[in-house]
């Protein structure tokens, strides 16, 4: 089990999860410019490539591992995970789609800074729960 803490760790998802929400939030002030909006898009793209990789690893290895797991609270407590990711990760993908082109981002900036703030605390909430939740499952 701990091989596949270990495997995120040398992957590096997390931190490159949480590194790119933290360039997008430094471009983030009361006005946006097309360079900046640009730029922005370029980071969210990376963002959805890192969470796609996240993604396939639990699906893949941390979800397995759960199941196989003989107490069933802690199979229920992946499940969980499992489904509250999918919703994530669809709100994510809607929220990129919302925000493809760097002249509407520009022109209704007040709305993409509220749902860009409300998305990355979604999502920092969650890694914040896997690590004091969920991963820690896998060591027991």
């Known amino acids: 089990s ?28 009361d006005s946006i410019d097309l ?29 397995p591992a759960f199941k196989r797991r003989d107490q069933m609270a802690i199979r229920d407590i992946a499940f969980q995970f499992s489904v509250e990711y999918g919703g994530i990760r669809a709100a994510f993908m809607n929220y990129s789609k ?13 709305i993409f800074l509220s749902e860009t703030k409300a998305l990355f605390g979604v999502l920092r909430n969650r890694i914040s729960r896997e690590e004091t939740e969920l991963f820690p499952l896998l060591e027991t």
Do not use: V
């Open 2 to 29: 701990l091989i596949y803490l270990d495997q995120m760790n040398r992957i590096g998802l997390t931190p490159h999860i949480l590194g790119f929400l933290d360039i997008i939030d430094s471009c983030l002030s």
């Open 98 to 110: 919302n925000w493809i082109n760097p002249e509407k981002m520009m022109i209704d900036y007040a």
């Open 35 to 63: 360079e900046t909006a640009r730029h922005i898009l370029e980071q969210l793209a990376l963002l959805s490539t890192k969470l796609d990789d996240h993604l396939l690893l639990e699906d893949n290895f941390f979800y």
